[in-house]
């Protein structure tokens, strides 16, 4: 089934069944075609046994010694389970071709892209073998997973030794509708509250001698629900509050229950904290005299990288090979890029079309594959030389 380096590539890839947080020697193989490219190559092995997590950085550093700039490819070698597999067409870890896609847990989210991120360093370096700058991978397997033993732990490890990095790439599907018409040069920050509003249990026929919380909840969801939060910025939308699960009850018709338990998630943009949002929602419940517990969890704090010579050359290389001009949007969930931006000033993902990844019969267009090691390795020639 050979037909470009990049399509091989991640074929071979794909036959690993890398669920997160496993990796399943995806990074051995990377590494044994970065080592004779200059690419000193560090494995870190993170967490509990049982749910260890791969990560590897690969550097080969540019001729301009402490000068050179650093230019860096991430992405991610775990996939999501497949779910039900007797409904894939075919079998999700054997790479299929049918109707100029090819199928296979991992295709669009993210081998394709970490297949053309090695095959694009090897076109650039074969063509040209002593660049100014230096060029890098920072590979996870946790990116599917919770997240805490990936990107997150290399970004700290790297920030403890000094590492300055210039430029990222992460290779997400971002692509939208087509290939090339867009890229994410943000992502909005994740926040999630879990309210325990407290009451008093007791028979539904005696009201006076209960407190009903779904009662004294009311007024707040009301206020929650109608609060502007922010009115967002030119690159990212109003932030959203969006009730998720409630529950009260005990299933019974008959008893008021004594609490009820709210789910709630922020998706907020860069014009707003997680802090202030949370102080927000405090002054909220307070203000209704409630009694209440709440408890947070910060799923990832929003990124912004404004238009410049990164996404410069993304764009230009994308109009070159595809004709599309892609756009710059924030859109969607949360990507490993919230760690990187922490390090690195230009972080822009660009990557396949995104409308298969997570779903049943996963799949990428080959005919995107080369056109995107061509991007990125045009990019390299940008910024890299």
């Given at each position: 089934?050979?037909?470009?380096?990049?399509?091989?590539?991640?074929?071979?890839?794909?036959q690993?069944a890398?669920?997160?947080?496993?990796?399943?020697?995806c990074?051995a193989m990377?590494?044994?075609?970065?080592?004779?490219?200059?690419?000193?190559?560090?494995?870190?092995?993170?967490?509990?046994?049982?749910?260890?997590?791969?990560?590897?950085?690969a550097?080969?550093?540019?001729?301009a010694?402490?000068?050179?700039?650093?230019f860096?490819?991430?992405?991610?070698?775990?996939?999501?389970?497949?779910?039900?597999?007797?409904?894939?067409?075919?079998?999700?870890?054997?790479?299929?071709?049918?109707?100029?896609?090819?199928?296979?847990?991992?295709?669009?989210?993210?081998?394709?892209?970490?297949?053309?991120?090695?095959?694009?360093i090897?076109?650039?370096?074969?063509?040209?073998?002593?660049?100014t700058?230096?060029?890098?991978l920072?590979?996870?397997?946790?990116?599917?997973?919770?997240?805490?033993?990936?990107?997150?732990?290399?970004?700290?490890?790297?920030?403890?030794?000094?590492?300055?990095?210039?430029?990222?790439?992460?290779g997400?599907?971002?692509?939208?509708?087509?290939?090339?018409?867009?890229?994410?040069?943000?992502?909005r920050?994740?926040?999630?509250?879990?309210?325990?509003?407290?009451?008093?249990?007791?028979?539904?026929?005696?009201?006076?001698?209960?407190?009903?919380?779904?009662?004294?909840?009311?007024?707040?969801?009301?206020?929650l629900?109608?609060?502007?939060?922010?009115?967002?910025?030119?690159?990212?939308?109003?932030?959203?509050?969006?009730?998720?699960?409630?529950?009260?009850?005990t299933?019974?018709?008959?008893?008021?229950?004594?609490?009820?338990?709210?789910d709630?998630?922020?998706?907020?943009?860069?014009?707003?904290?997680?802090?202030?949002?949370?102080?927000?929602?405090?002054?909220?419940?307070?203000?209704?005299?409630?009694?209440?517990?709440?408890?947070?969890?910060?799923?990832?704090?929003?990124?912004?990288?404004?238009?410049?010579?990164?996404?410069?050359?993304?764009?230009?290389?994308?109009?070159?090979?595809?004709?599309?001009?892609p756009?710059?949007?924030?859109t969607?969930g949360?990507?490993?890029?919230?760690?990187?931006?922490?390090?690195?000033?230009?972080?822009?993902?660009?990557?396949?079309?995104?409308?298969?990844?997570?779903?049943?019969?996963?799949?990428?267009?080959?005919?995107?594959?080369?056109?995107?090691?061509?991007?990125?390795?045009?990019?390299?020639?940008?910024?890299?030389?």
């Open positions: 089934m050979t037909q470009t380096p990049t399509f091989d590539l991640t074929c071979d890839l794909l690993l890398s669920v997160t947080p496993n990796d399943l020697t990074q990377l590494i044994a075609r970065l080592e004779p490219l200059g690419f000193e190559c560090e494995t870190m092995v993170l967490g509990p046994a049982d749910f260890s997590v791969t990560n590897l950085w550097v080969r550093r540019g001729t010694g402490a000068a050179a700039k650093l860096v490819f991430a992405g991610h070698t775990d996939v999501v389970p497949t779910g039900p597999i007797e409904q894939w067409s075919s079998a999700p870890f054997t790479p299929t071709i049918k109707d100029g896609y090819l199928y296979g847990r991992g295709a669009a989210d993210m081998k394709t892209s970490i297949a053309a991120f090695v095959t694009s090897e076109a650039f370096l074969a063509a040209h073998p002593n660049p700058h230096s060029i890098a920072l590979i996870t397997s946790d990116e599917e997973g919770p997240a805490h033993d990936g990107t997150v732990k290399v970004v700290q490890a790297l920030q403890a030794r000094g590492e300055q990095l210039s430029y990222c790439i992460v997400e599907p971002t692509s939208n509708e087509v290939f090339g018409d867009m890229m994410k040069n943000g992502r920050g994740t926040l999630s509250g879990k309210l325990t509003v407290k009451g008093k249990q007791g028979h539904i026929a005696y009201p006076h001698r209960a407190i009903n919380p779904i009662h004294l909840f009311a007024p707040a969801l009301t206020e629900a109608a609060t502007v939060w922010d009115n967002g910025n030119a690159y990212f939308p109003p932030t959203s509050w969006q009730v998720s699960n409630i529950h009260g009850g299933g019974a018709s008959n008893i008021i229950p004594g609490e009820l338990v709210v709630f998630n922020f998706r907020y943009s860069t014009a707003s904290t997680h802090e202030g949002l949370k102080q927000r929602v405090v002054d909220i419940l307070d203000g209704h005299g409630l009694n209440y517990d709440l408890a947070w969890t910060l799923g990832g704090e929003p990124f912004l990288t404004e238009a410049g010579e990164l996404s410069q050359a993304i764009s230009a290389a994308v109009l070159h090979h595809t004709g599309q001009t756009e710059l949007s924030t969607g949360t990507s490993d890029g919230r760690f990187i931006a922490k390090i690195c000033p230009q972080v822009v993902e660009f990557g396949p079309v995104s409308k298969t990844i997570h779903q049943i019969d996963e799949r990428v267009e080959v005919a995107c594959m080369e056109p995107l090691a061509a991007i990125y390795a045009d990019v390299l020639k940008t910024l890299v030389l």
